[in-house]
């Protein structure tokens, strides 16, 4: 993506397609996200979205959920600790992770969902996420066809583009560690 204003505007988009899902499929989607202290002025800092699209037959799905609940878990507990004497993110960087708020649903996503999640894995990786397919629109094609060739679990980075497929844990945590470092 060349145009900077890209990613947020996937981003907002996302967020009415997520908020009408969680209208209309309520009993498919769970929201984890923990409570943010308010800053000095009031105002509440806007928690990075991670959405599991979650097969719950799946064993590598259930994974992928535990570890997401674990690590969003610690995150939110971290993150409630006196800061002002606490010295780990000086001491161990690497331990230190931002809240984010996670999003597990078992629907579907999308067209425009999927469209967004293929530009953010790349095209080497689009088999990874559509069964069979080898281009975007040949991926889009068989999903309007059968929303049942997106392979689950794919663990989605909204604000900062970034996708996971599958169940690769080194991956899905580089990538959740990488939201503590763009916000520092």
Same mark, same amino acid.
């Given at each position: ?12 988009? =996302?967020?009415?397609?997520? =908020?009408?899902? *969680? ?30 699209? =979650? ?20 995150a939110a ?45 790349g095209k ?7 069964? +069979? ?32 497929? +599958?169940?690769?844990?080194? *991956? ?9 470092n763009e916000?520092?």
């Amino acid at each position: 993506m060349t145009d900077s204003g890209a990613p947020e505007l996937h981003y907002r988009l =996302h967020r009415i397609a997520l =908020h009408d899902a *969680e209208l209309t499929q309520d009993k498919h989607t769970t929201k984890i996200a923990p409570q943010r202290p308010a800053t000095m002025f009031g105002f509440r800092k806007t928690l990075d979205i991670v959405t599991v699209f =979650h097969k719950a037959s799946s064993p590598a799905s259930v994974r992928v959920v535990n570890l997401l609940k674990q690590v969003s878990a610690n995150a939110a507990a971290g993150a409630t600790e006196d800061q002002a004497s606490d010295h780990s993110v000086q001491t161990s960087p690497k331990t230190s992770r931002a809240d984010f708020e996670l999003n597990i649903t078992e629907d579907p996503p999308t067209a425009d969902q999927v469209k967004t999640i293929l530009e953010y894995v790349g095209k080497s990786k689009i088999p990874s996420i559509i069964k +069979g397919a080898s281009t975007e629109q040949d991926a889009l094609k068989k999903f309007q066809q059968n929303a049942e060739v997106f392979q689950r679990p794919v663990t989605v980075d909204w604000n900062n583009g970034k996708a996971v497929s +599958g169940e690769s844990e080194s *991956e899905i945590l580089k990538m959740i560690n990488a939201l503590s470092n763009e916000k520092s």
